[in-house]
T-cell receptor, first 112, second 111 residues
Framework: DAGITQSPRHKVTETGTPVTLRCHQTENHRYMYWYRQDPGHGLRLIHYSYGVKDTDKGEVSDGYSVSRSKTEDFLLTLESATSSQTSVYFC???????????FGPGTRLTVL | RKEVEQDPGPFNVPEGATVAFNCTYSNSASQSFFWYRQDCRKEPKLLMSVYSSGNEDGRFTAQLNRASQYISLLIRDSKLSDSATYLCAVNLRNQGGKLIFGQGTELSVKP
């Protein structure tokens, strides 16, 4: 299994609070991604990174920001959580943009 | 129209059956193709990459039809342990490795 961890694994928070999710990899892969998975929508890309300090938006980026200050860490921040951001969040990594993506174990976030 | 479409199922089949899933994609710039397997409340795990010439891994066969813009997955001699959701994914050329996923097809293999 690829060396990817996510923290926290579960979180319950209240509307309006900031939340940061962390993805950590030990594979030294250049690309990192954040997805959310919701019933009826499948997996959707939020943001991705193609190197340290290099990030770009995905299809559902509104309300989210990311940062990557080190190769191994990719942070996803919800500045002011809303109930619509209740979801399961998966981080993924890949060596290049056309290579297989490997997924972390996921973070289950509930916004009340 | 969604960029990647799959029949959500569920497909309920007996052990030993052969089952086939199809996945259609709309963007002709699609470059790489994958099948992932996802167990309940777990992360997606790569099952197979899909190559133009088709590829086989044991009981699993994946094929790509670029002209008709679909990929397929065939599972022979189904096992109880094959019960899961199967996701197809398409990687678009020159778009930073974005994977577009289908919603997944649920498979339930019964004794």
């Amino acid at each position: 299994d690829a060396g990817i961890t996510q923290s926290p694994r579960h979180k319950v928070t209240e509307t309006g609070t900031p939340v940061t999710l962390r993805c950590h990899q030990t594979e030294n892969h250049r690309y990192m991604y954040w997805y959310r998975q919701d019933p009826g929508h499948g997996l959707r890309l939020i943001h991705y990174s193609y190197g340290v300090k290099d990030t770009d938006k995905g299809e559902v980026s509104d309300g989210y920001s990311v940062s990557r200050s080190k190769t191994e860490d990719f942070l996803l921040t919800l500045e002011s959580a809303t109930s619509s951001q209740t979801s399961v969040y998966f981080c993924a990594i890949s060596e290049s943009q056309s290579d297989t993506q490997y997924f972390g174990p996921g973070t289950r976030l509930t916004v009340l | 129209r969604k960029e990647v479409e799959q029949d959500p199922g569920p497909f309920n089949v007996p052990e030993g059956a052969t089952v086939a899933f199809n996945c259609t994609y709309s963007n002709s710039a699609s470059q790489s193709f994958f099948w992932y397997r996802q167990d309940c409340r777990k992360e997606p795990k790569l099952l197979m990459s899909v190559y133009s010439s088709g590829n086989e891994d044991g009981r699993f066969t994946a094929q790509l039809n670029r002209a008709s813009q679909y990929i397929s997955l065939l599972i022979r001699d189904s096992k109880l342990s094959d019960s899961a959701t199967y996701l197809c994914a398409v990687n678009l050329r020159n778009q930073g490795g974005k994977l577009i996923f289908g919603q997944g097809t649920e498979l339930s293999v019964k004794p």
